[in-house]
């Protein structure tokens, strides 16, 4: 089991910055893949960013060269700096972990953080 507790959400204006971050209840170096996701209203949750224990990275292309995702091991804790902020990255976000046993992905949800970009 891991709880995942966000902060870091709030009200900016476009072409601000907000850093999210998510706190694990445990040592997130048995956590496989940390990531946010994002979901706004009426439209379906959507990958933000992910990073690998080892480091890999991966982001969608709607906020690649704004948005940085990091990890810090000995905090438990994985970040989200979003720079530039647009209208569009109006929406609720959500840490998600995932676990992988051979063949089995444990998944685990923050309660998640409301981001508001203003124009």
């Known amino acids: 089991q891991v709880q995942l507790v966000e902060s870091g959400g709030g009200l900016v204006q476009a072409g601000g910055s907000l850093r999210l971050s998510c706190a694990a209840s445990r040592s997130i170096f048995s956590i496989n893949i940390m990531g946010w996701y994002r979901q706004a209203p009426g439209k379906p949750r959507e990958l933000v960013a992910t990073i690998t224990s080892g480091g890999s990275i991966n982001s969608a292309d709607s906020v690649k060269g704004r948005f940085t995702i990091s990890r810090d091991n000995a905090k438990n804790t994985n970040y989200l700096q979003m720079n530039s902020l647009k209208p569009e990255d109006t929406a609720v976000y959500y840490c998600?972990?995932?676990?992988?046993?051979?063949?089995?992905?444990?998944?685990?949800w923050g309660q998640g953080t409301q981001v508001t970009v203003s124009s």
């Open positions: 998600n972990a995932k676990i992988i046993r051979v063949t089995t992905v444990y998944d685990y």
